[in-house]
């Protein structure tokens, strides 16, 4: 069955510094995808970023960067130089072929950025 | 408009009667999906549909609970006899299709039900 576990139910930094936001997931697929998504205090999820299962490479995007090992079956978020804008709520989500792509969602971060 | 929406935005009903949450997905999507968020909480998986495939409703967490998908666009999610713990935010995803690289789904702004 699949599961996602984010275990950190808020996180509160100060701006510029930098934070990882851990996402742990169960599955007994070989082919899968990972997905985080942002949900500002407006309360409309924005899509971040897609891995599927056979491609490891770590990506970076400006002040974001994912980690995805299949070796601990993680998917951990990097806010570098975090922003109070930055402040939101974060998922992270799986999504199996096996299971016609249902997609189910982590518990969420909170992530709090303070000036 | 160009992205997913939802009406009502807010619904404030008694215990006991029915109300439907509608969901237009983006043009094109083929693939609908529904899910609920307590105040605070993750988002749960209702049901999802793909196309002219049988939706998968695992999620639904009882009977009182259903949904449809007409011309495989707009999705109405019926909630019959409310009760108090069905009172949250009903978000409507939609996706181009469930292959290769088209899955990543784009969010409504949401339903806020509350049941009194």
């Known amino acids: 069955a699949q599961k996602v576990t984010q275990a950190q139910t808020e996180i509160s930094v100060v701006e510029k510094e930098d934070v990882t936001l851990d996402c742990v997931y169960e599955t007994r697929d070989t082919t899968y995808y990972l997905f985080w998504y942002k949900q500002p205090p407006s309360g409309e999820l924005v899509f971040l970023i897609r891995r599927n299962s056979f491609d490891e490479q770590n990506e970076i995007s400006g002040r974001y960067s994912w980690n995805f090992q299949k070796s601990t079956s993680s998917f951990n978020f990097t806010i570098t130089a975090s922003q109070v804008v930055d402040s939101a709520v974060y998922f992270c989500a799986l999504s199996e072929v096996s299971a016609g792509f249902k997609t189910i969602f982590g518990a969420g971060t909170r992530l709090f950025v303070k000036a | 408009g160009a992205g997913v929406s939802q009406s009502p935005s807010n619904k404030v009903t008694e215990k006991g009667k029915d109300v439907e949450l509608r969901c237009d997905p983006i043009?094109?999507?083929?693939?609908l999906y529904w899910y609920r968020q307590s105040l605070g909480q993750g988002l749960e998986f209702l049901i999802y549909?793909?196309?002219?495939?049988?939706?998968?409703k695992s999620g639904l967490p009882s009977d009182r609970f259903s949904a449809e998908r007409t011309g495989g666009s707009v999705s109405t999610l019926t909630i019959q006899r409310t009760q108090q713990e069905d009172s949250a935010v009903y978000l409507c995803a939609s996706s181009i299709g469930t292959s290769g690289r088209s899955n990543e789904q784009f969010f409504g702004p949401g339903t806020r039900l509350t049941v009194l």
């Open positions: 549909f793909q196309g002219n495939s049988a939706p998968d």
């Open positions: 043009s094109g999507h083929t693939a």
